[in-house]
């Protein structure tokens, strides 16, 4: 507690951010560089910084703060401690890890030891490139005189057209509530849409889980007894698509009520199971 309230002291006494005449920056507290240019800045005590658009020649992360990167350009960072999440941007020249940690968010990793160059894709697809103090090297290590520990973490590749399934089959009873359909997608996707009257245009009920009431049926050209073939699409962040058919029953079958009467039932009890699970 002696160690928070001195620092809280300390956030107090220092101003938050200020910067010398070189542009060397001092961050205690929690904030976000958004347009900022500096030399140096370093991060002390428990502080988040979240780096956007920010120009910065150097950045160096003590303590237990936290770093994350979503943007802008870094020439290097060099841990004392805490730790460092890299989720986009660009660090020209190399990071260095003296203490701390470094976790990197993306996929399609490239890592050649002899540059010590760690290559691949940031989770929006940008391509990412980073300078790592090279723990393998054919020769002399060629930056700094410390090891870059670095954990790669790989997130879905939003450029891979997702994949849909509708779900079901689906059944409806004629007055009952309405049932939400139950589609799903694998992967990253910017629209879900349905195709329920089948006319083949994917436009009549928008997400994964719509709500279909009787009434819309009718709207959509069902009647009792009538099965008839769904479909869900999904379109990628990047373009590409995928359908998924399944089929959607408005009940009752004709008929149905009367087996039901008569002990042959088959047809109702199948369709009140589907119906609740
Ligand atoms: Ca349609």
Redesign the pocket.
């Known amino acids: 507690m002696m160690k928070r309230s001195v620092l809280a002291l300390g956030v107090l006494l220092v101003v938050l951010g200020a910067s010398d005449a070189f542009g060397n920056t001092a961050i205690y507290t929690d904030t976000t560089l958004q347009g900022t240019w500096a030399a140096l800045i370093d991060i002390y005590g428990t502080a988040i910084v979240d780096v956007y658009n920010a120009y910065i020649n150097s950045i160096y992360p003590h303590d237990d703060c936290i770093l994350n990167v979503y943007g802008g350009e870094i020439g290097h960072i060099n841990t004392f401690g805490g730790t460092v999440n890299l989720y986009g941007g660009t660090i020209s020249r190399n990071i260095v890890d003296n203490g701390g940690g470094y976790n990197v968010y993306g996929y399609g990793f490239n890592y050649d030891p002899s540059m010590g160059l760690l290559t691949g894709f940031w989770g929006d697809a940008t391509p990412l490139s980073i300078q790592l103090n090279p723990r393998i090297v054919d020769g002399p290590p060629i930056y700094a005189n410390t090891w870059s520990v670095v954990t790669l973490h790989t997130v879905p590749d939003p450029t891979i057209p997702p994949v849909a399934d509708a779900g079901g089959p689906y059944f409806l009873d004629i007055g009952d509530p309405p049932i939400m359909l139950g589609g799903s997608v694998v992967g990253e996707y910017s629209q879900a849409a349905w ?10 009920a928008f997400g994964l889980n719509p709500l279909i009431s009787s009434d819309m049926l009718n709207s959509w050209g069902f009647s009792p007894g009538m099965t008839r073939d769904i479909g869900l699409q999904v379109t990628g962040l990047y373009g590409g698509v995928d359908v998924s058919m399944t089929e959607l029953t408005y009940t009752p079958v004709p008929g149905a009520f009367l087996l039901s009467i008569l002990g042959l039932s088959v047809v109702g009890v199948k369709l009140r199971r589907h119906r609740d699970s």
């Open positions: 195709d329920l009257d089948t006319d083949g245009l994917f436009d009549d």
